[in-house]
């Protein structure tokens, strides 16, 4: 049976699976107070189990990105998705940190497939035009599995344990990876797929290139650099909200389980309007003549300017107020971080896009990794009204490593709305 718009239902299933993927990364955050006290973690300890997972997403996001381009979609994916569910599952079986941070890596390396293979979806099933839309689709599920993990975790905490949290996300997890092997194929050969629209899928896309794609050959690219850098200094504050704003709530800010399950989602719901923006935002500005490549670096810089707000969290007095700035973060983090993550499609050719969105994914984990590290080892001494005003700033730097890195785009290179 021929199915009309086929690659809006593809690009859903991926959404659905970055939910999931997103439920099993942020179970560990929400249910981080409960653990602590329970397992009798420091801080410090708690700051290993948290920052292991952005330095194995790191490797895993170059990894990743390889094995997708190498052996496909289908079969990688659902691999990837069932083994980043075990981890997540196994972490129930452990009463000590250093398991659990065993299994963070594990599901650090493989969760790190949702961005290369979502992108690698949308160059193959995607016209340019509608490239930005589309990678703003499916990470809506980064921001609604945020969202939804507060009160699944705390229900479950609440009518179970801590245990049974990991157990329900993991198991999600391994029920999707199935859907898509069954569900998935790529254009050339779905049989539901219409010519019409294999046609349209075709449009615009960026000519094959003869040469192997290496790594090696990749890195001396300004491009890779200009989609990579600005992750290195966006990444962490999206790590904040995860895995940090639910214990800083708690511990300076006094709330209790029960407010976290009712408001710690909040900014992941202005960060679900935050994918939308950055795929309409450059897509207004194209249609008004700019650039894609342009109109995208503007839409970058418009939501580095809003991220200023991360920098005043600590300043309120109220904590509604604070939960506020969060929001505003939590719009503005992902509309420049889907903004920049859609133009390795704009700038490499769909046999490339896998390998360079894993490595701007190793980059911004990275810098994740260092600054939870850091926040770990100081935040008991400097509180964290430091970390704040760094997020609020990390972003101007990673606009103007955009606007210097990438050469004035010329006509031939892709001048149409993505």
């Not at 190498?70 to 998705?81: D, E, Q, W």
């Not at 797929?193 to 094959?208: C, Y």
């Not at 989602?265 to 207004?284: E, M, N, Q, R, V």
């Not at 704040?388 to 006509?411: H, N, R, Y």
């Amino acid at each position: 049976m021929k199915i009309k718009k086929l690659r809006w239902y593809i690009i859903s299933l991926v959404m659905v699976g970055t939910i999931i993927n997103y439920l099993a990364r942020s179970t560990l955050g929400v249910a981080a107070p409960e653990m602590m006290r329970t397992l009798h973690l420091s801080s410090e300890q708690y700051s290993w189990i948290v920052s292991v997972f952005p330095f194995t997403y790191a490797i895993g996001g170059i990894a990743c990105g390889f094995i997708i381009d190498k052996f496909g979609l289908r079969i990688s994916f659902a691999v990837l998705a069932t083994i980043w569910s075990l981890c997540n599952m196994l972490t129930a079986l452990f009463s000590s940190w250093l398991p659990i941070a065993a299994l963070r890596g594990g599901l650090g390396l493989t969760e790190a497939a949702f961005n290369p293979a979502g992108m690698k979806v949308t160059s193959e099933w995607f016209p340019a035009k509608e490239r930005g839309l589309a990678c703003g689709i499916y990470s809506l599920g980064t921001s609604v599995g945020a969202m939804l993990a507060p009160p699944l975790v705390v229900w479950a905490i609440i009518n179970y344990n801590w245990e049974m949290s990991f157990v329900v996300t993991g198991a999600m997890g391994i029920v999707w990876a199935v859907l898509w092997l069954v569900c998935y194929r790529p254009p050339e050969s779905h049989p539901a797929l219409i010519a019409a629209e294999h046609a349209e899928v075709l449009e615009d896309q960026i000519q094959d290139v003869q040469e192997k794609t290496t790594l090696g050959s990749m890195v001396k690219d300004k491009n890779l650099w200009a989609i990579s850098l600005p992750r290195f200094m966006a990444d962490p504050a999206w790590g904040t909200l995860h895995y940090w704003m639910p214990l800083y709530l708690v511990t300076v800010r006094h709330m209790n389980l029960s407010e976290i399950a009712m408001f710690a989602w909040l900014p992941f719901l202005t960060a679900d309007l935050g994918c939308l923006a950055a795929g309409y935002i450059s897509k207004f500005l194209n249609n008004r003549g700019i650039h894609i490549i342009n109109a995208k670096r503007i839409t970058f810089t418009f939501a580095a300017l809003l991220m200023l707000s991360m920098a005043g969290v600590g300043f309120v007095s109220n904590v509604y107020v604070a939960i506020a700035l969060f929001c505003i973060a939590g719009f503005a983090h992902q509309c420049l971080s889907i903004t920049v993550i859609s133009m390795s499609s704009d700038l490499f050719p769909k046999q490339k896009v896998a390998t360079a969105t894993g490595f701007a994914a190793f980059t911004g984990s990275m810098g994740n990794f260092l600054f939870s590290l850091f926040l770990g080892a100081m935040v008991a001494v400097v509180g964290y009204d430091f970390f704040f005003i760094g997020l609020g700033v990390f972003d101007l730097i990673g606009a103007l490593f955009l606007w210097m890195l990438i050469k004035q785009p010329k006509e031939n290179l892709q001048p149409v709305a993505a």
